[in-house]
């Protein structure tokens, strides 16, 4: 391997550095942890990038390292990746008594509580905007298991914020000065 | 008619649907736009380096 192919695939990595720390972050919801699992990814990507296929994917490739690496220490250290701390609950009760509207953190909590399959195949295809093949891969399933657990995590994600419609979404009604439609 | 189909519903699900991504790309968005520490570019120049070295 020449010095300017170690440079070229330095570069590249880094151009993926910040996708690879959102999804490690996403996965975990740990800062620390999640830099731990991009450094431990960049460290495994550069060993084996003999294995790499130019023109494949790397972005796809790089993330499916992350998640094996994560996926095999959640099995290791029995992480317990569901809101360990009770962080996001504890933050929604101290807001006090407001309505269950869908706000960020009604959200961040609703997808803290999917199962980790759900949640990944969330951030992948509708956040990181992967095509279903490439969540496909870096998942190691099929198609039709991320589109079926795409679709489950799209209900699941709305019976934990009990939203039942799109009108659901947004500031109070109260709050906008609407009126409640009396119903005497 | 019996099998009528329900447009308002399905309406509804595709709002559903884009408020879900928008505040999925606004979650991630706040990850992906987080200042990267400079760890990881130094890891990467000493790997770059130890194998120019050798």
């Known amino acids: 391997m020449s010095e300017n192919a170690g440079l070229d695939w330095r570069t590249r990595l880094l151009e993926l550095l910040p996708n690879l720390r959102a999804f490690a972050n996403s996965l ?8 731990d699992l991009v450094q431990q990814t960049l460290l495994k990507a550069w060993k084996s990038r003999s294995s790499f296929h130019e023109g494949s994917n790397l972005k796809a490739w790089l993330f499916a390292i992350l998640r094996n690496t994560f996926l ?12 360990p701390d009770d962080e996001l609950q504890n933050s929604l009760t101290s807001r006090g008594g407001q309505q269950a509207h869908m706000d960020m953190l009604d959200f961040e909590l609703a997808l803290s ?21 490439e969540a496909a ?6 198609v039709g298991t991320i589109k079926s657990r795409m ?3 799209r209900v699941r994600l709305c019976e934990l914020m009990g939203v039942v419609g799109a009108e659901e979404f947004g500031p109070d ?7 409640t439609v009396a119903t005497s | 008619m019996a099998n009528d ?6 309406t509804a699900e595709i709002n559903l649907d884009k408020m879900i991504g928008d505040r999925l790309k606004q979650y991630y968005a706040t990850r992906l736009s987080q200042p990267l520490p400079d760890k990881f570019a130094d890891l990467l120049r000493d790997l770059a380096n130890k ?4």
């Open chain 1, 28 to 35: 975990c919801r740990d800062a620390d942890y999640a830099d």
């Open chain 1, 72 to 83: 095999t220490e959640l099995r290791k250290r029995k992480y317990e990746a569901e809101d």
């Open chain 1, 113 to 133: 509580k999917l199962p980790q399959e759900q949640r990944e195949v969330l951030i992948l295809v509708g956040a990181e905007g992967v095509s279903y093949d």
């Open chain 1, 137 to 142: 891969l870096i998942c190691g399933c099929a």
């Open chain 1, 151 to 153: 679709s489950r995590a």
């Open chain 1, 173 to 179: 009604k109260a709050d906008l000065g609407q009126n």
């Open chain 2, 5 to 10: 189909p329900t447009p308002e519903r399905s």
């Open chain 2, 51 to 54: 194998e120019a070295e050798s």
